[in-house]
Structure formats: structure tokens, C-alpha cells
């Protein structure tokens, strides 16, 4: 039983360390005004995938305010939307792995995370992105998908 629980906070200290990318705020709009603390709002986040230059994708996230919101202890809710695009030349790793972690990101103190998978369609060739919300003790079921087809890029 001990060995067991050892396992288990291994696992989970290990999901949390995977490697993301780092993401860059563009912007907040705001959706219901708090009397006390800060407002609730919608924020709008870009990230480079960390193995594939050329791609740049961006994740709208809803964050709770109020009180526990400014103190960090609220539980964001789990709504998200991702758009990713060619915003460059692409070279592929040889041997990328089938999907892959790219981004990841707390929205809860207690386990809960948006995390962007990246998988590869190589009979399309087009990668793949899934972002989907992760709490480690029950799952999640919200998701959002967006493709890039992986094509020639014409110089600007």
C-alpha cells in the first residue's frame, strides 16, 4: 500500500512537470463585473509549439473572479477555445512522436489543468491540436480541436 501511494505521487508530480510551452497574454475582455475583487473575463493566450517552428496557436480561457479569483483559489470553469495556424516555415522532426504535449496550463490550485496535445495525421499530413481540460482525480469532458495542414510556405 505504501509502495502504491509512492507511485501515485510519482505519477502525479510527473504529469505536472510536462514539458509546455510558454504562452504570451494578448488579452482580457471582461463578461460580468465583481462588486468585490476582480471581474470575471475571458483571456486570450499565444504559444509556439516547442518542437515545430512555423506554428503558433492561441487558447481563449474563461477565469473566475471574485474574491477567490484575485487570491488565486478559484476553480476556473472548463471553457476554452484553440485556433492553431502555419505562421511560418514548418520542418518536421523525423521521428516525432505520435502526440505530444505542447502546452499546459493550472486553472485550479487542487489538479486541474487545459492541456494542447499535439498528434500527427501523417496520412494527411496535418498536425493536430486537442486542448482539453484535465482534473486528475475525475477527468474532464470539455475539448476544443484545431488542424494545420502542413504545406509549403511562400516568403512574406
Known sequence: MKNLKRSAILGVLLLMSAPAALAEQ?????????LIGANHQICVE?????????????????????VAGTFGLAQDPSEFSLACRQTGPI?????????ETVF??????????????????????VLVYLAISRKLIEGAPASSISTVPVMPWVGR
Open 26 to 34: 494578448i488579452g482580457c475582455v471582461m463578461t460580468a463585473w465583481k
Open 46 to 66: 499565444a504559444f509556439k509549439d516547442p518542437k515545430v517552428p512555423g506554428v503558433t496557436c492561441h487558447v481563449s480561457q474563461a477565469k473566475t473572479g471574485g
Open 91 to 99: 520542418n518536421l522532426l523525423e521521428n516525432m512522436a505520435r502526440d
Open 104 to 125: 499546459s496550463e493550472d486553472t485550479s490550485i487542487l489538479f486541474k489543468e487545459t492541456r494542447v496535445v499535439r498528434m500527427w495525421d501523417e496520412k494527411n499530413r
